[in-house]
């Protein structure tokens, strides 16, 4: 049985990091894994592709030059060339964004992990890893919805089962993540966060055991390490919490990524990094309570929430509304998200929401009542 | 027909390697599997050249390896490791691989054929089975092309070069009780789809061109679908193959460049629409490929963007077909099916 692994763009910064994840990945094979590698663009480049979208013709030189240099250090001339076919075929127009058709966005968009691809086979090499590149347009089938797409599992289901035959003969896969073909054949993206939903809807439609989402930190935080310091890792969560835990914004995941897994039986999602992957999310609901206090902001509010399963409960809300009894005039209201594991409350202030946040992960998460 | 190199197996080499020729080898690598259960029949590419090399394994590029070529620049397969060679030598490939077919998927010119008239004549002089998505030689030589190989006792399959993607052609030359009188259609999928986004996103034409070279539709020089040269090529293909010989020379052509923005906004207003429409009319003997403003509810009016849709009027019935235009790995699926029909000796 093999796995799926997703390479994220936060442990792509440099050209060292590419040739660090090929030596990481070669590692997992000497351990006798198997696996499809996903990949996403290096880090910053879809903020820079995005940047060119709104007519900034020196952002799309920055996303070049960065991949020509890796190109150079890792592959050569040849490596250098194939870089320089695809970013001319974005260059050499200069689009606004909103203005033009959003195909064009997308593919525009899709070409930080084409690069990225391109450049991780070239690493591969390098460490003597026998992979083949893959063009994630022939695999993953959309619909439609550009920038925001859904996979159609249905229509993926019998190309992405020819991804079988390569690990057969022991070659690693390597495709790029967040990215797909509509129906009409254009380009699509599947959102921020995208590449961890091309893994995880590979897994589902291949049956697979094991996801690993490599990012650059140990797993999934209980609390916003910005506000909390030295805050832990959450061990274990439920498909559906890691699906709430997405929709209130943490660790950016998209909500697909375990939308896609809801009803699913047997996939573990092993989120972390190289050696240390300290959350496992899963098919087992585990202990009822709170996990995790999210913080996410929308038009008007600040919101904290609290996920895990069964904090709709009341105990658990009296708990959670009386340990911010002090806070009080911070709090605008509650929201219990029944039957979604969830409550959320809104605040008009951050200062008010940071102090909540610290307050309810003293009162329900290390049972600190005073 | 020259029978295949042994039961079950079809050794092709494939001599252009740009968007049709890797979405060639990309489906080959691919689907092969899935086609030898089905068909019992193994399609292996013996050779890949583009402009600059070749790469050639006389036992056939296996899928992977064959996914590896695609990772080559553009003009780079003779830089391959093992099996490349940096160097375009036909006659030499073939004497090392001994092909059974010969597909030709070189760019198009239409003043003198090449390099694809001088490719097929080789082939087809050798010996070879050929399968083409190249107009240019058709729209040259087809008679000769097609008595030559006729001589030689050998296939030559162009389904590819209408419709890339549909296969409208081979319907067209099944359809031997009938008579085409007259076809109408729609035959160019960039210009199709540079009138779309002017009519649906009101965009000028240089910006409209601009969308479609992005898409990947467009050449960086769209001449060739703007002013109608793809399109006639096209009439004189269809023409030929129903028995009536006609020269490129005298489509009469009208290009998208004469229609601005306002001649669009006026058209909509009056319900009426812009459209590259491509007419051969087989008793009056003409051929044309124009721009014409048809009514809205004009069959041809609804087909949008990259699609391509033919109407043809016969002695006992008309007869609609529509599909995709082109697209390297669909047209790649066309020329592959022309490569299996040879193979399995229809
Ligand atoms: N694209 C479509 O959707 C479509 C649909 C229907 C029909 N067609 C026709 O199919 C043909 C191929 O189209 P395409 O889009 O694949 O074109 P393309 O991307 O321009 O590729 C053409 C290929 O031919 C190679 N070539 C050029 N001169 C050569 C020579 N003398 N010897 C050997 N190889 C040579 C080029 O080499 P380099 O790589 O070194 O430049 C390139 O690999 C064209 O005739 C086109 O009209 C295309």
Redesign the interface.
């Known amino acids: 049985m093999f796995s799926v692994v997703k390479v994220g763009g936060s442990i792509l910064r440099s050209t060292e990091d590419y040739v660090k994840t090929a030596a990481e990945l070669r590692n997992l094979i000497e351990e006798g894994e198997r696996f499809i590698v996903v990949v996403s663009a290096a880090k910053g480049v879809t903020d820079k592709l995005l940047k060119y979208l709104n007519s900034s013709s020196k952002a799309i030189d920055e996303v070049k030059e960065f991949y020509v240099n890796a190109a150079r250090e890792i592959g050569g001339f040849k490596l250098v060339k194939r870089v320089e076919e695809e970013v001319s075929r974005v260059s050499s127009i200069q689009v606004k964004y909103g203005s033009v058709n959003p195909a064009i966005c997308d593919y525009v968009l899709s070409i930080g992990e084409r690069l990225s691809k391109i450049i991780l086979r070239g690493a591969l090499d390098l460490v003597g890893v026998n992979s083949t590149e893959l063009d994630a347009r022939d695999f993953i089938l959309t619909n439609n919805v550009h920038g925001d797409a859904e996979i159609d599992l249905e229509k993926t289901e019998p190309r992405v089962s020819k991804l079988r035959e390569f690990i057969s003969e022991g070659v690693i896969p390597v495709l790029e993540g967040f990215i797909g073909s509509s129906p009409e054949g254009f380009v699509t993206t599947l959102g921020r966060g995208g590449s961890d939903y091309t893994a995880t809807a590979i897994a589902k439609i291949l049956g697979l055991e094991k996801v690993y989402l490599v990012t650059d930190g140990p797993g999934v935080y209980v609390a916003n390490p910005s506000i909390i310091k030295r805050v832990e890792v959450i061990p274990k969560l439920s498909y559906s919490e890691a699906y709430e835990a997405s929709l209130h914004g943490v660790k950016r995941f998209n909500s697909k990524t375990f939308k896609v897994l809801l009803g699913s039986k047997g996939i573990r999602v092993y989120v972390g990094e190289w050696g240390k992957f300290s959350t496992v999310i899963d098919d087992n609901t585990g202990d009822e309570g709170p996990k995790i206090i999210a913080t996410s902001r929308d038009e008007s509010h600040l919101r904290v929430s609290i996920i895990g399963e069964g904090v709709y409960r009341a105990k658990y809300v009296v708990k959670a509304v009386s340990s911010l009894r002090d806070l009080g005039e911070h709090v605008l209201g509650l929201n219990v998200n029944y039957p979604r594991p969830s409550i959320t409350l809104l605040f008009k202030d951050e200062e008010g929401a940071n102090e909540a946040v610290l307050t309810l992960y003293k009162a329900l998460l290390k049972g600190d009542d005073t | 027909m020259r029978l295949m190199s042994s039961y079950g197996l079809v050794k092709i080499v494939v001599i252009g390697f740009g968007n049709v020729g890797r979405g060639l080898a ?1 489906t080959i690598a ?1 689907k092969n ?1 899935e086609l030898t259960k089905k068909l019992n029949i193994t399609v292996k590419v013996v050779g890949v050249v583009d402009s600059k090399g070749m790469a050639l394994k006389k036992d056939g590029f296996t ?2 390896e064959l ?2 070529l ?5 003009s ?1 397969v003779g ?1 391959c490791e093992v099996y490349g060679r940096n160097y375009v030598d036909i006659e030499e490939l073939y004497g090392e691989v001994q092909p059974d077919i010969h597909v030709e998927l070189t760019p198009a010119n239409y003043d003198t054929g090449e390099p694809g008239l001088s490719n097929i004549r080789r082939a087809l002089n050798y010996g070879l089975n050929v399968v083409t998505a190249n107009k240019s030689p058709l729209v040259k030589a087809f008679n000769e092309l097609t008595a030559l190989a006729q001589v030689r006792n050998v296939k030559f399959k162009y389904t590819g070069t209408v419709m890339g993607a549909t296969p409208f052609l081979r319907a067209l030359k099944w359809m031997k009780a009938h008579r085409v009188e007259y076809l109408r259609g729609i035959l160019n999928s960039t210009s199709n789809y540079i009138l779309t ?1 002017m009519h649906e ?1 009101i965009l000028s034409i240089e910006d409209a061109v ?2 479609a ?4 539709l467009a050449e960086s020089n769209p001449s060739l679908d703007i002013d109608g040269l793809d399109a006639a090529a096209k009439l004189v293909i269809i023409s030929n193959t129903l028995g009536h010989s006609i020269r490129f020379e005298n489509v009469e052509r009208s290009s998208l460049r004469g229609i601005d923005l306002r001649d669009i906004m006026i058209a909509i207003k009056n319900g009426y629409v812009y459209k590259q429409v491509s007419t051969l009319d087989l008793v009056k003997k003409r051929a044309s490929v124009n721009v014409e403003r048809i009514p809205v509810n004009d069959v041809l009016a609804g087909v949008k ?2 699609m391509n849709a033919v109407h043809i009027v016969t002695d006992t019935g008309e007869y609609f077909f529509q599909g ?1 235009g082109g ?1 390297g ?2 047209t790649a699926h066309t020329v592959l099916n022309d490569v299996l029909e040879i193979a399995l000796g229809d």
Request: proline letters at 4%; zero cysteines; a positive charge.
């Open positions: 990309k691919l599997n899928g992977i996914l590896k695609l990772e080559q620049p553009r780079s830089s986004l996103k601009k969308e070279q992005l898409i990947g963007g990259a995709k697209g790995v669909e």
